[in-house]
């Protein structure tokens, strides 16, 4: 008659700084079930024995059960006692010392634990290559993100374009992503590889390199390096102490623009105010922001009117029409916020009359003259809000 059979003892984790590990401890329910499961220790110079406080009630419906235990990480012994907590007696029959099978009614069973210093068995490294998870394509520029199989401390990029005869372009970056800017159009083909760079117990190593990702940059997203008109008027905007951009009208009819994030960012690609009206070469622009979520642009296009560009996130929602008056060409145009709400513009038309338009919620609310005064058609105006 067997309550359990002998169990047994799994270490689980490596030693502690306190010396303790812990250990994983099953064992099978024979033809009779206690009650509950006492853990105790005793140490290997056959010293009292230690309650490690640790109760198990037994499983009514499992002829299996373990249970996890922090121990002593030195040698010693484990002692399992199965206890029925009132009314029947356990029973287990084993030989004694002399060798006669023996009746026992309150008993413990116990297992050597030897304490081996397991140590950190580092899964082989360098084995499993990161994978690209996605690839987008913006002006000028692509974005790759990666997956991290391995913990990867660094990653090394690499970039082919299929420019006859170029070399390939290499990135090295702690990120699981990178934005990879000032591309031609045409076909980018890129893989990753990921770097252990001797951290803790591992020796640096690289994975082999991912499989390659492809992706087409259009042609309408293409960077390229533009020419301005020598002396084009400049506009100049800032969302917040973290943001700058530029707008200047390209010698082809578009403004073009581009814009940075400070501190520690290269300024992002030109790319261009492409849709809406064309207009004059050297056409001043005007930029505004009314906060951190709102930029607007303003000029004159070839036929007069002023057209007007904004931005509430990307993308630019390009060209807006003011209607009429017709304005001569260059006009310059004067634009100020007196809050998030509220915006103002100024420009002298032909007859040389100034004239104001205001907005503070669509539509704008029309133009009218600001009398008195006479300027040359065009002339450059200034506008402030304190």
């Known amino acids: ?89 356990l029973l287990f029959y084993q030989p004694d010392d002399e060798g006669t099978n023996v009746e026992w009614r309150d008993f413990c069973l116990w297992r050597s634990f030897t304490a081996e210093r397991l140590a950190e068995r580092p899964s082989p490294k360098c084995v499993k290559p990161p994978e690209i998870t996605g ?40 990120e699981q992503w990178i934005r990879i800017g000032r591309l031609q159009a045409g076909e980018k083909v890129s893989c990753i590889k990921g770097i252990h760079n001797n951290a ?44 700058q951009e530029v707008v200047v009208c390209h010698a082809d009819g578009h403004p073009m623009g581009i814009w940075k994030l400070t501190p520690g960012w290269d300024w992002e690609p030109w790319f261009r105010h492409a849709r809406g009206p064309g207009f004059p070469v050297g056409t001043p622009v005007v930029a505004l922001s009314r906060d951190r979520e709102f930029m607007d642009l303003y000029a004159a296009a070839e036929d007069g009117r002023v057209q007007l560009a904004w931005w509430h996130g990307n993308p630019w929602r390009e060209w807006i029409e003011h209607s009429d008056p017709r304005f001569p060409s260059p006009s310059f145009i004067a634009a100020l916020a007196r809050s998030s709400d509220h915006t103002d513009i100024f420009c002298v038309d032909g007859d040389e009359m100034m004239r104001w338009n205001w907005w503070n919620g669509p539509p704008l609310r029309g133009w009218s003259d600001i009398g008195g005064v006479k300027f040359p058609p065009g002339a450059p105006v200034a506008a402030i809000s304190r």
């Open 200 to 243: 803790l117990w591992l020796p640096g190593c690289d994975s082999p390199w991912s499989r390659e990702r492809r992706a087409t940059l259009p042609s309408e997203l293409s960077y390229f390096v533009p020419q301005f008109p020598p002396g084009a008027p400049v506009a100049a905007v800032s969302r917040g102490e973290e943001h």
């Open 135 to 174: 690839i987008d394509v913006d002006r000028g520029s692509i974005i790759i993100r990666w997956n991290n199989p391995e913990g990867y401390d660094e990653f090394e990029v690499e970039l082919r374009q299929d420019d006859i005869g170029r070399s390939p372009l290499y990135y090295r970056t702690e």
């Open 1 to 89: 008659m067997y309550v359990l059979v002998p169990f047994t003892i799994e270490q689980v984790s490596p030693p502690s700084h306190e010396q303790m590990c812990r250990v994983k401890v099953t064992w099978i329910y024979s033809n009779q079930r206690p009650d509950l499961i006492e853990f105790w220790w005793q140490g290997a110079s056959n010293s009292n024995w230690e309650p490690l406080h640790q109760t198990v009630i037994a499983d009514e419906n499992s002829a299996t059960q373990e249970v996890e235990l922090m121990i002593s990480a030195w040698p010693g012994k484990l002692i399992l006692c199965p206890r029925k907590t009132e009314g029947n007696t």
